[in-house]
């Protein structure tokens, strides 16, 4: 049996009422959630609904935001807002991970570009980005004055 360590945090286990009593709502409040699409639990089989702890952790921030006075349609955009920084925090992880793996795998070249979906590509020294639409990533030789 997995320690509750071991649980991902996107696993639907529990039940509306389970999760209910998790997240200190009403499960009617849990319903009303998921109908505005505040929450999306995943569904069974017999279309019930089941709730993973990421479920209710959005439920707790949810129902904090509510108590804050701030109406569903702000936590609705408080929310979205915050998953989109989610996504680009992963996003620029990801690009530092290809700007360190190209800098040790290429010690000499030091001139990188975005192309245009996004991928980190290595520019000649001393070449310049032929379209507007790249990002050029430079690093200077010696210290900043």
């Given at each position: 049996?997995?320690?509750?360590?071991?649980?991902?945090?996107?696993?639907?286990?529990?039940?509306?009422?389970?999760?209910?009593?998790?997240?200190?709502?009403?499960?009617?409040?849990?319903?009303?959630?998921?109908?505005?699409?505040?929450?999306?639990?995943?569904?069974?089989?017999?279309?019930?609904?089941?709730?993973?702890?990421?479920?209710?952790?959005?439920?707790?921030?949810?129902?904090?935001?509510?108590?804050?006075?701030?109406?569903?349609?702000?936590?609705?955009?408080?929310?979205?807002l915050e998953?989109?920084?989610?996504?680009?925090?992963?996003?620029?992880?990801?690009?530092?991970?290809?700007?360190?793996?190209?800098?040790?795998?290429?010690?000499?070249?030091?001139?990188?570009?975005?192309?245009?979906?996004?991928?980190?590509?290595?520019?000649?020294?001393?070449?310049?980005?032929?379209?507007r639409d790249?990002?050029?990533?430079?690093?200077?030789?010696?210290?900043?004055?």
């Amino acid at each position: 049996m997995p320690s509750p360590m071991d649980v991902d945090q996107d696993t639907p286990l529990f039940a509306i009422a389970a999760a209910a009593e998790l997240a200190e709502l009403h499960p009617q409040t849990l319903r009303q959630y998921d109908r505005l699409g505040l929450v999306s639990p995943k569904r069974t089989a017999g279309k019930s609904r089941r709730y993973s702890l990421r479920d209710i952790a959005q439920l707790r921030e949810i129902s904090r935001l509510g108590a804050e006075g701030v109406s569903l349609e702000g936590i609705r955009r408080v929310l979205t807002l915050e998953n989109q920084v989610a996504a680009l925090q992963e996003r620029v992880r990801e690009l530092e991970s290809a700007l360190a793996e190209e800098v040790l795998n290429r010690p000499g070249r030091r001139v990188f570009a975005s192309d245009a979906s996004g991928e980190v590509v290595p520019l000649r020294a001393g070449t310049r980005v032929q379209r507007r639409d790249q990002l050029v990533v430079w690093r200077p030789w010696g210290p900043l004055l």
